[in-house]
């Protein structure tokens, strides 16, 4: 079954709207979760680490005002793009690693992600 | 940093044909390396895990290697179906960076029937 919920799995919605993401760890407790974004035909690149009880930590040209991460639980953290504008409509996925198998050992497990629209 | 680099970036094959895909990655200070599918507008599915100090990992008609020193992994895909069409991505951990992986451009794989 499912390791990693996320919703919702497609948004459509105004420029200018703020919209949420959540990203739920279902079999653990994950105190660290990763948020990627995806553009048509490219790959994955990682975005922010999100960290729970803590801030989290964006990659280079990531700006943090307008991806808010929240990670207020062990098993949630919610991504909210804000002001959103035509160019942020994208596939965005987050994902988990499972504690304690040491970090060798750590797959990493995916939401079915989220596909934003902005018109 | 870490570049991930994927080739070839689409295959197109009959069905029943045996192929390998093919990863190469620039720092060989790893974690370990993850092989993912992803089908159209879909999240990943996991395939694979080799952790660095192994060399290849097998499950049903998949097989994967991985030789960290020459910065190099390999997905070997037997009797290719219709079912297998999709793009297959593969993801290094870095050590020392932290816990996220960086991925490679995929490759887009179509067996045709």
């Known amino acids: 079954g499912a390791v990693v919920s996320q919703h919702p799995s497609w948004v459509i919605c105004k420029s200018g709207t703020s919209v949420k993401i959540e990203c739920r760890s279902l079999?653990?407790?994950?105190?660290?979760m990763f948020w990627y974004r995806q553009f048509p035909k490219q790959s994955l690149m990682l975005m922010a680490t999100?960290?729970?009880?803590?801030?989290?930590?964006?990659e280079q040209g990531v700006e943090k005002d307008k991806f808010l991460i929240n990670h207020a639980s062990l098993t949630l953290s919610t991504l909210t793009v804000t002001s959103a504008h035509p160019e942020d409509s994208s596939f965005y996925i987050c994902?988990?690693?499972?504690?304690?198998?040491?970090?060798?050992?750590?797959?990493?497990?995916f939401g079915d992600g989220t596909r934003l629209s902005i018109l | 940093k870490q570049e991930v680099t994927q080739i070839p970036a689409a295959l197109s094959v009959p069905e029943g044909e045996n192929l390998v895909l093919n990863c190469s990655f620039t720092?060989?200070?790893?974690?370990?390396l993850q092989w993912f599918r992803q089908d159209p507008g879909k999240g990943l599915t996991s395939l694979l895990l080799?952790?660095?100090?192994?060399r290849e990992q097998t499950s049903g008609r998949l097989n994967a290697s991985l030789d960290k020193s020459s910065g190099r992994s390999t997905l070997y895909i037997a009797a290719s179906q219709p079912g297998d069409s999709a793009t297959y991505l593969c993801?290094?951990?870095?050590?020392?960076?932290?816990?996220?992986?960086?991925f490679g451009t995929g490759t887009s794989l179509t067996v045709i029937p």
């Open positions: 999100s960290n729970e009880g803590s801030k989290a930590t964006y």
């Open positions: 720092d060989s200070a790893i974690y370990n």
């Open positions: 080799i952790q660095s100090s192994q």
């Open positions: 079999d653990f407790q994950a105190t660290t």
């Open positions: 993801a290094v951990r870095p050590r020392g960076t932290g816990n996220q992986f960086y």
């Open positions: 994902s988990v690693s499972p504690p304690g198998q040491g970090l060798s050992g750590q797959p990493q497990h």
